[in-house]
């Protein structure tokens, strides 16, 4: 079992910035891949980034790409989501997500460990 504690949500207006943490805890080895899906209400769970533990490599989905950034501590097993220039549209739930490969697919049955999620508001 992993078990994923987000925390960093709040309300911004928009062209604000906020920043989201993941701490990763259990069976952190079984994974490779750490990232970020966002849920805004009454639409389906988004892809919103990925980061592998073991090369860096990160993947961004093309709504966020040059606005938010994800990064890895990989000593504090913590993942990081940095949001910069947000739009009204990036109001959703943000959810950390792990899996266990550095895949090319990333459909939400894709991750197999969630976190409880976390409230990000963007006024305008």
């Known amino acids: 079992q992993v078990q994923l504690v987000e925390s960093g949500g709040g309300l911004v207006q928009a062209g604000g910035s906020l920043r989201l943490s993941c701490a990763a805890s259990?069976?952190?080895?079984?994974?490779?891949?750490m990232g970020w899906f966002r849920q805004a209400p009454g639409k389906e769970r988004e892809f919103v980034a990925d980061?592998?533990?073991?090369?860096?490599?990160?993947y961004y989905a093309d709504s966020v790409k040059g606005r938010f950034t994800i990064s890895r501590a990989n000593a504090k097993n913590t993942v990081y989501l940095q949001l910069n220039s947000l739009k009204p549209e990036d109001t959703a739930v943000y959810y950390c997500?792990?899996?266990?490969?550095?895949?090319?697919?990333?459909?939400?049955?894709?991750?197999?460990?969630w976190g409880q999620g976390t409230q990000v508001t963007v006024s305008s």
């Open positions: 997500v792990t899996r266990e490969d550095w895949g090319l697919i990333r459909r939400p049955r894709d991750y197999r460990y």
């Open positions: 259990g069976r952190t080895f079984s994974t490779d891949t």
């Open positions: 980061i592998s533990w073991s090369s860096g490599n990160t």
